[in-house]
């Protein structure tokens, strides 16, 4: 790619100086930023502000005191669902869940991200096999009711989007007004993660006659389980 | 790909006539136009959020080259490859070259406009790269070999039996269905394996923010987030104004532009990558390039009117609205953006002469820029190149208004100028009127005059102006305007 290279620095200097040699008139200062949440609000009606968000998107919202009770619901919800298989991201939020005791007893075939030898038999196992995947949350964002996840060595990206159906559990502590808090925890200090995801509700489409389909290349289902975590 | 602007009444004249064209512009939109208007007005400040947004999209305007250079420096820093293509071609090889370099058996593409500009599709082929569209309604067209119809909705005007049959040809569809549902699930499937095996994905850039370098995508379906975390390599394109000046701009931006697309309030992901993945992650990408596309962009960037089309952020509302798209649909307007967006942004990327039908087909009726979350007066600048093309402007490629426009304007000009030929010249004009009248009416004029007067009726005009009734009524008569 050496050509490219000498052809790029080319373009880039020609680009920028034509740019730069145009009229320009400067800006005036902008307005504040309008905000999506009132900052005043408080605790509990932020998170109602959330489970109606997440409600109106397409989520299925279940509330839990503690973390026996979050593992309840799982085990209530892969009956019902008949899921046997699941592959579970290994975040803060997992990992405090204590979960291959509960699966071992539950009889649930669990798998963890550093149960993988190479990328390789992650993806077989991510598109293949899974038929959910488990995953904490780094922020809830109520204005919208969306999901904020980074990305790193605990935390996957294709385990929240392969299969077809994403657990996500959210502790309320995590839980945030809007997009603006969100950006700012993660990306005002420190290092950057390589990419952080928004999940706002399942995987849609209306391409075709415009009817909605749900699961057209992501989860048909999303599951939040607000985790109540003031109590320790 | 291919340029039809230059077909765009012929186009327009075979849409209005196609039924299930006329079934899709009665519904689709309406609908998300309706979307955006519920949304918006649930909000408590709705103008507040356009006007900022537009106040951070002229802003981006204005520092463009400050900002492109920030966003380059920090994008080296997360690890990206910064690519600057000066146009299609330079995009086109750089991509297909990195394919061959890498060896790879097929590529996948997330929905973006600027490919269709560049046609990269099409370049592939030529290369001999296999690509898939992997976002439903782009999957379609790429199937049918169609343009896209609506931003937001590519194939919405597809009949379900052309899809099926499409499906069952390309897509591997065992069992024929034309139910939109089992469609989807066909397309999911189908396209599920590209993505397990992908090595090469390519997608857009919604927004890409200065201040950390970082690319932000949105949409609902699933297929670009695949094409960021399944494969070995990363190609997303941006095209030179897609940058923002902070984080908190371009998530603000982020806001307005899924409102005004679709009114909600996120589309269901957004990725927002800063570099490839780190040591240690099991997916997403070894190597992100980053393409800057100018394509003829820095021009026209030297006229301050013209760059004002440079806000637009692709949200397609301004379609929703547009009583023309309203009636012709996406095809007319023969290349990658249809409706007012493509209005004023095909004539500059293309140039007035072989877009004249496009800033005309326009009612002038302002709804594109009252919904616009980028500010942009879409009115004003279909007028400016109205004017820039009658004038023959070199740089845009103007045509020079025609001889007899030309006379006749002269002719205009020089009555307008003296009074005493303009009376008797109109006087002339109206009582030559006035011998087309049949019952009370003037319903057809011959000549230069035929169009404009097939579909408007005029009252006869009467046997004074006003003028000489004023005057008449100064010198004491009674200054009647009967015949």
């Known amino acids: 790619m050496g050509r490219a290279m000498v052809m790029t620095e080319n373009t880039r200097e020609t680009i920028l100086s034509k740019l730069r040699k145009a009229p320009h008139k400067g800006v005036p200062a902008r307005n504040p930023q309008p905000v999506q949440v009132d900052p005043e609000i408080d605790r509990p009606a932020l998170i109602d502000l959330l489970k109606e968000k997440l409600t109106l998107v397409g989520c299925r919202v279940f509330e839990a005191q503690g973390r026996k009770a979050v593992r309840g619901i799982l085990t209530d919800l892969f009956h019902q669902e008949g899921i046997s298989r699941i592959l579970a991201s290994e975040d803060e939020v997992i990992t405090s869940l204590n979960l291959r005791d509960w699966a071992g007893e539950q009889g649930f075939e669990l798998k963890s991200l550093s149960d993988f030898e190479t990328p390789r038999d992650y993806k077989e196992a991510v598109f293949l096999e899974a038929e959910a995947g488990l995953t904490g949350v780094d922020f809830a964002a109520a204005s919208t009711g969306s999901l904020v996840l980074a990305a790193g060595p605990r935390q996957a990206r294709l385990v929240s989007l392969a299969p077809i159906s994403h657990f996500a559990i959210v502790p309320l502590s995590r839980v945030v007004p809007d997009h603006q808090s969100v950006v700012e925890r993660i990306f005002g200090q420190g290092e950057r993660p390589s990419q952080v995801f928004w999940i706002t509700g399942p995987s849609r489409t209306g391409d075709i006659e415009a009817i909605i389909n749900l699961g057209m290349h992501g989860p048909k289902n999303v599951f939040v389980i607000l985790l109540d975590d003031s109590t320790g | ?483």
């Not at chain 2, 408590?44 to 250079?69: F, G, K, Q």
């Not at chain 2, 569209?133 to 999957?139: P, R, S, V």
């Not at chain 2, 590209?194 to 699933?222: P, S, Y």
Request: aromatic share 8%; charged share 25%; proline share 6%.
């Open chain 2, 1 to 483: 790909m291919k340029v039809k602007t230059e077909q765009f009444l012929q186009t327009a004249r075979a849409e209005l006539k196609n039924e299930t064209t006329r079934k899709f512009l009665e519904v689709f939109p309406q609908t998300l136009g309706g979307l955006r208007n519920r949304a918006f007005s649930l909000l408590p400040n709705p103008r507040e959020i356009l006007d900022h947004s537009a106040a951070i999209r002229a802003e981006v305007i204005d520092r463009l080259p400050d900002l492109l250079e920030t966003f380059e420096k920090n994008a080296q820093a997360n690890g990206a490859r910064v690519f600057w293509a000066g146009d299609a071609d330079q995009a086109n090889d750089y991509i297909i070259g990195l394919a061959r370099d890498r060896g790879v058996p097929y590529i996948s593409k997330g929905k973006s406009m600027v490919t269709e500009e560049m046609g990269l599709n099409q370049a592939l082929e030529k290369a001999g790269i296999d690509v898939w569209e992997t976002d439903l309604g782009e999957f379609i067209t790429q199937l049918l070999g169609l343009p896209p119809f609506h931003i937001i909705g590519p194939a919405i005007n597809v009949p379900v039996e052309q899809i099926r049959d499409v499906f069952m040809e390309k897509a591997g569809m065992t069992e024929p269905t034309t139910d939109p549902v089992e469609l989807g699930q066909a397309a999911r499937r189908f396209l599920r394996e590209k993505f397990h095996h992908l090595r090469m994905g390519v997608t857009g850039v919604n927004i890409a923010v200065a201040e950390t370098g970082t690319i932000f995508n949105v949409e609902n379906e699933g297929n670009i987030r695949y094409c960021k975390s399944s494969p070995q390599i990363q190609v997303s394109i941006m095209t030179l104004e897609k940058v923002a000046p902070t984080m908190a701009d371009a998530t603000f931006l982020l806001w307005s532009l899924c409102l005004s697309s679709t009114g909600q309030g996120l589309g269901s992901y957004v990725t927002m990558d800063s570099g490839p993945r780190k040591p240690g992650e099991l997916d997403g990408p070894e190597e992100l390039h980053i393409i800057i596309l100018d394509n003829g962009r820095s021009d026209l960037y030297q006229d301050p009117v013209v760059r004002e089309a440079l806000r637009c952020m692709r949200c397609g509302a301004c379609l929703n609205f547009c009583p023309v798209y309203g009636q012709i649909g996406g095809y007319p307007y023969g290349w990658a953006y249809s409706g007012p967006m493509g209005q004023i942004l095909n004539p500059l990327l293309l140039g007035l002469d072989i877009t004249p039908d496009l800033y005309r087909a326009c009612t002038l009726c302002q709804k594109c820029k009252t919904v616009c979350p980028a500010g942009i007066n879409h009115t004003d600048l279909m007028r400016y190149y109205r004017m820039k093309d009658a004038a023959g402007d070199r740089e845009m490629k103007g045509r020079g208004a025609p001889l007899p426009d030309k006379a006749l304007h002269r002719l205009y000009a020089l009555t307008a100028d003296n009074p005493g030929l303009w009376t008797v010249l109109s006087r002339w004009l109206n009582l030559s009127a006035n011998i087309f009248e049949k019952d009370g009416k003037i319903d057809h004029l011959p000549g230069t005059a035929k169009g404009w007067s097939s579909l408007r009726d005029l009252p006869p005009f009467p046997a004074k102006t006003f003028h000489r009734r004023w005057k008449e009524m100064e010198r004491g008569g009674k200054g009647e305007g009967s015949k």
